[in-house]
């Protein structure tokens, strides 16, 4: 059964950090997509960034609009974690912020193309 596990979220105080985790179980996701969506309270599910294996030894990373230059998306110490480190974090930021998985490559910015998430960490940035 896969799994998808997010740890790191927490209270920060505006201009501050976090680095989210993703572990993943089950099966491996080194060559398939995983990505980050955040949800805040009455409003839509906003896609944040997503990171796909290439075929080679190195990965396409995307970015929303929104947080490029401010997160980043990397591998993890194993083949089956992510890490999004956020930084100058803003109020706006507020969201309970998901990881999911794509088993075949299709559309990196849509939910719906998705095929496992996680339950959520919930991130707060105080101003």
């Known amino acids: 059964q896969v799994q998808l596990v997010e740890t790191g979220g927490g209270l920060v105080q505006a201009g501050g950090s976090l680095r989210l985790s993703c572990a993943a179980s089950?099966?491996?996701?080194?060559?398939?997509?995983m990505g980050w969506f955040r949800q805040a309270p009455g409003k839509a599910r906003e896609w944040l960034a997503a990171?796909?294996?290439?075929?080679?030894?190195?990965?396409?990373?995307e970015y929303a609009d929104s947080v490029k230059g401010r997160f980043t998306l990397v591998g993890g110490d194993d083949d089956n974690t992510v890490i999004l480190h956020m930084s100058s974090l803003q109020p706006e930021d507020t969201a309970l912020y998901y990881c999911?998985?794509?088993?075949?490559?299709?559309?990196?910015?849509?939910?719906?193309?998705?095929?496992?998430w996680g339950q959520g960490t919930q991130v707060t940035v105080s101003s």
């Open positions: 990171r796909r294996w290439t075929g080679a030894p190195t990965y396409y990373v």
């Open positions: 089950g099966r491996t996701f080194n060559r398939d997509t």
């Open positions: 999911a998985a794509q088993l075949k490559q299709r559309r990196l910015r849509i939910g719906a193309d998705y095929d496992w």
